[in-house]
């Protein structure tokens, strides 16, 4: 089992940097899928990034492309997401998340598809 902890969160302009960083406990960290969702009140969860387990393929949603950047220590059990241009819609509470089914496969991109949540961080962008 692989427990995600979130940090990195906090209050920025627009057009600043953040970096997220989610550490996993567990061994099997380095066998999983992971990615990064978004959240904000009254919206769905939405995808973010995702990187493969060997960290050899990454995905992202047309609204971060260019501007975000997903990465992974498996050494150190730890996913990050590097943030910059950020715009205040953006703004949005960041959960790191796991896939324990896809072993060896393509990072998926649903809500769904991952099965061990963190409990978020806070990024906020101010214009």
């Known amino acids: 089992q692989v427990q995600p902890v979130e940090s990195g969160g906090g209050l920025v302009q627009a057009g600043g940097s953040l970096r997220l960083s989610c550490a996993a406990s567990g061994r099997t960290f380095s066998s999983y899928n992971m990615a990064w969702f978004r959240q904000t009140p009254g919206k769905e969860r939405e995808f973010v990034a995702a990187i493969r387990w060997d960290g050899f393929n990454t995905y992202y949603a047309d609204s971060v492309k260019g501007r975000f950047t997903i990465s992974r220590d498996n050494a150190k059990n730890t996913v990050y997401l590097q943030m910059n241009s950020l715009i205040p819609e953006d703004t949005a509470l960041y959960y790191c998340?796991?896939?324990?089914?896809?072993?060896?496969?393509?990072?998926?991109?649903?809500?769904?598809?991952?099965?061990?949540w963190g409990q978020g961080t806070q990024v906020t962008v101010s214009s």
């Open positions: 998340a796991a896939d324990r089914r896809n072993l060896g496969g393509i990072p998926r991109t649903a809500v769904s598809s991952y099965d061990y």
